[in-house]
Nanobody, 124 residues
Framework: QVRLVESGGGSVQAGGSLRLSCAASGFTFSSDCMGWFRQAPGKEREGVATIDSDGSTTYADSVKGRFTISKDNVKKILYLQMDSLKPDDTAMYYC??????????????????WGQGTQVTVSS
């Protein structure tokens, strides 16, 4: 029933920008915590950013000042604007929904539903 579908990934040169989108359905999008995560080969999954129902956001230190998470509650789309991209940003990016817990943290096990991922590759 719950579906999260990412799009917008691709290959870009260092210093470039991409905007990822996550189309959501099957839950009350506007009232839930949403997050972006990423995982590179051989690396642990990393919480990139979250946005809570009140619009408050958190960011990993590694992306702070370069990435912006936002959402459109009417269209039910979660966004991740990525600027000043670096090769270290190369990873599979996933959107996720934390439907049941109070709060909104960049901790993967707190999230209940996950998208299929979209690949981001940044070349130097």
């Amino acid at each position: 029933q719950v579906r999260l579908v990412e799009s917008g990934g691709g290959s870009v040169q260092a210093g470039g920008s991409l905007r990822l989108s996550c189309a959501a359905s099957g839950f009350t999008f506007s009232s839930d915590c949403m997050g972006w995560f990423r995982q590179a080969p051989g690396k642990e999954r990393e919480g990139v950013a979250t946005i809570d129902s009140d619009g408050s956001t958190t960011y990993a230190d590694s992306v702070k000042g370069r990435f912006t998470i936002s959402k459109d509650n009417v269209k039910k789309i979660l966004y991740l604007q990525m600027d000043s991209l670096k090769p270290d940003d190369t990873a599979m990016y996933y959107c996720a929904a934390d439907i049941y817990r109070i709060g909104c943290s960049r901790y993967g096990p707190d999230f209940d539903y996950w998208g299929q991922g979209t690949q981001v590759t940044v070349s130097s």
